[in-house]
């Protein structure tokens, strides 16, 4: 049975070559929904429109993963910064503070239509930021196409999660690192294993 991945995110395709899954891709073209407040059905609801729209191209049996990311602080959702700008002030906002991030996971097995969406909640603190320091990692990494203009990666390894260094901008971490990444891999297996063995 072929799994497919429902995302181009080099992050998503990273976790699931790591975890030695052989995968293909079939690009999500559909129309998300967003809410600048939090609302747990919206990220659910976007998870679920791509494996709909990925099931199209699915040729042969298939298991689907489709997933939605958002980063929330103070219930406001920060979603992709449009330019450098609002990545500026997105960082200064997560200094010295605690959010949240949240990834709905939707996995469909196409031969028997049988689909689960489950969530993933991880809590992240920053450390205080200075300015400097915040332009420096603008320049140095390209945060328009993060969730909360950053990447856990560009900080901390996930085996650095107890051991994290004075310098990185994330001081602490609760939950699955790979889920603040983009997919919480081990619930990806578990609904995979779910939807196979049942």
Sequence with gaps: MDII??????RRKEIL??????FKI????CKEEYSKIYDEQIVKKNSLLKVSAAKEGAVNPS???????VVILDSVCLVKPHNIYEA???????????HFVVTAHSVLRTDTNKILTKISKSYVTFRRLGIFE??????????????GSYGIQDFIRPDEINNIKKESFISKIE?????VMGLDVDLVLSMIDELTNN
Excluded: C, E, Q, R
């Excluded at 079939?26 to 073209?29: F, N, V």
């Excluded at 298991?63 to 990311?69: F, H, L, W």
């Excluded at 939950?175 to 889920?179: A, H, Q």
């Design 134 to 147: 915040i332009i420096k990692y603008i320049n140095d990494f390209n945060p328009l196409d993060k969730a």
């Design 88 to 98: 500026f002030f997105m960082l200064k906002k997560l200094s010295n503070k605690t």
């Design 63 to 69: 298991i689907i993963i489709g997933a939605d990311t």
């Design 17 to 22: 070559k790591n975890a030695n899954i052989n």
């Design 175 to 179: 939950g699955s690192y790979y889920n």
């Design 26 to 29: 079939i690009s999500s073209d």
């Design 5 to 10: 991945l429902a995302s181009n995110s080099p």
